[in-house]
């Protein structure tokens, strides 16, 4: 199996979110920027991400794309659902879908259904805040976004 840009793509997206504008709005032009990643390719990911409710968005000068959850509520088996639908490794799972001749008699599908279920709990245990406290670990410096900066 291999994942879509799409969900690679959100992926990076709501972290830049997350690590660079936090609950405040991002632009979909700075995202674009700092992820290199179409703006026109990320208005389609993150109409996907609002109907799953991981993101909001504000029109106007001080609008954008906010997280709908704090980062740490958000994990990347969510992100993956709202992308790529339900995460399943091959065919035959989940079982009863009339894709496989050896239904129910396969030995190798409960591995499948095993490899599935350990990719689901590993997903769903990692959040965004978690990638966040990678990126600080790794020195990624933080861009603020001038729109929220006052000098006095």
Same mark, same amino acid.
């Not at 709501?14 to 290199?36: E, N, V």
């Not at 109409?47 to 954008?64: H, I, V, Y």
């Not at 129910?104 to 409960?110: A, D, F, I, P």
């Not at 959040?127 to 861009?143: F, M, N, W, Y």
């Given at each position: 199996m291999?994942?879509? +840009?799409?969900?690679? @793509?959100?992926?990076?997206? *709501?972290?830049?979110?997350? @690590?660079?504008?936090?609950?405040? $709005?991002?632009?979909? &032009? ?8 179409? $703006?026109r ?5 993150? /109409? ?12 106007? =000068?001080?609008?954008? @794309?906010r997280?709908? &959850?704090? =980062?740490?509520?958000?994990? *990347?088996?969510?992100?993956?659902? %709202? +992308?790529?639908? /339900? *995460? ?5 799972? =989940? =079982?009863? &879908? #009339?894709?496989? #001749?050896?239904d129910? /008699?396969? !030995?190798?599908?409960?591995v499948?259904?095993?490899?599935? &279920?350990?990719? +689901? #709990?590993?997903?769903?245990?990692? +959040?965004? /805040?978690?990638?966040?406290?990678? %990126?600080? !670990? ?6 603020? #976004? ?7």
């Open positions: 291999k994942l879509s +840009t799409k969900s690679r @793509y959100g992926l990076r997206a *709501l972290f830049d979110i997350a @690590y660079h504008a936090g609950m405040l $709005p991002g632009q979909i &032009k700075d995202i674009s920027r700092r992820q290199k990643i179409s $703006p390719y990320l208005e389609q990911i993150f /109409q996907e991400l609002k109907r799953a409710g991981l993101l909001k968005s504000k029109r106007g =000068p001080q609008g954008g @794309y997280l709908a &959850k704090k =980062p740490e509520e958000i994990t *990347l088996l969510a992100i993956v659902r %709202a +992308t790529e639908g /339900q *995460l399943s490794l091959v065919e035959c799972d =989940p =079982p009863g &879908k #009339d894709a496989c #001749d050896f129910s /008699q396969c !030995v190798t599908q409960e499948w259904r095993e490899a599935s &279920k350990r990719l +689901t #709990d590993y997903l769903e245990s990692v +959040t965004l /805040q978690d990638i966040c406290s990678r %990126a600080k !670990v790794l020195g990624l410096e933080q861009e603020l #976004d001038h729109r929220f900066m006052y000098f006095i």
